[in-house]
T-cell receptor, first 115, second 111 residues
Framework: DTEVTQTPKHLVMGMTNKKSLKCEQHMGHRAMYWYKQKAKKPPELMFVYSYEKLSINESVPSRFSPECPNSSLLNLHLHALQPEDSALYLC??????????????FGEGSRLTVL | SQQGEEDPQALSIQEGENATMNCSYKTSINNLQWYRQNSGRGLVHLILIRSNEREKHSGRLRVTLDTSKKSSSLLITASRAADTASYFCAIRPYGNNRLAFGKGNQVVVIP
């Protein structure tokens, strides 16, 4: 079982909706990540938080808004998405995201469908 | 590109056979990692090899790294049906905390 928990597992939303994806880890990790994965493709990095500060934004459109309320929680707020944003959204954590070797622990993902 | 690239992209083998996948990359790396992903699930870390290591074992997994050729291989010995999954190599470039994934390698183990 993964120690990174993502909710919801599935989400269907319209293009005008506002929704959020949530991620939680209790391993004491200080770095958390959002990845987007399309079918039969590798995960693509979206955001990295290190010590609760946004350290990497891979030029992600502003309709995706990350939030890290504390070291255990990571949210991804979704607004005015497009059908092409439909994908598996994966959350991951690692020890500290800076000096560590960077083994990532992934959640099971949230499958998002935008209608 | 900083990404790793696996070769071959798809592999179908009989249970009990060995499966070998290769990964090439273009930049200097801190380490290289292999992950497994079952269909529609999250990725699971399998093994990490540092740039100063040449070979590493974990159970039925054997990973090699040749930094002069910028390539790595993953060997799964005595494959099982449960090994059916996608396998990704991922590189952590030197001086960069982004983990860049390769395209992935679909492995099907036929019982």
């Amino acid at each position: 079982d993964t120690e990174v928990t993502q909710t919801p597992k599935h989400l269907v939303m319209g293009m005008t909706n506002k929704k959020s994806l949530k991620c939680e880890q209790h391993m004491g990790h200080r770095a958390m990540y959002w990845y987007k994965q399309k079918a039969k493709k590798p995960p693509e990095l979206m955001f990295v938080y290190s010590y609760e500060k946004l350290s990497i934004n891979e030029s992600v459109p502003s309709r995706f808004s990350p939030e890290c309320p504390n070291s255990s929680l990571l949210n991804l707020h979704l607004h005015a998405l497009q059908p092409e944003d439909s994908a598996l959204y994966l959350c991951a954590s690692s020890q500290d995201g800076q000096g560590d070797t960077g083994e990532l622990f992934f959640g099971e993902g949230s499958r998002l469908t935008v209608l | 590109s900083q990404q790793g690239e696996e070769d071959p992209q798809a592999l179908s083998i009989q249970e009990g056979e060995n499966a070998t996948m290769n990964c090439s990359y273009k930049t200097s790396i801190n380490n290289l990692q292999w992950y497994r992903q079952n269909s529609g699930r999250g990725l699971v870390h399998l093994i990490l090899i540092r740039s100063n290591e040449r070979e590493k074992h974990s159970g039925r997994l054997r990973v090699t790294l040749d930094t002069s050729k910028k390539s790595s291989s993953l060997l799964i010995t005595a494959s099982r049906a449960a090994d059916t999954a996608s396998y990704f190599c991922a590189i952590r470039p030197y001086g960069n905390n982004r983990l860049a994934f390769g395209k992935g390698n679909q492995v099907v183990v036929i019982p």
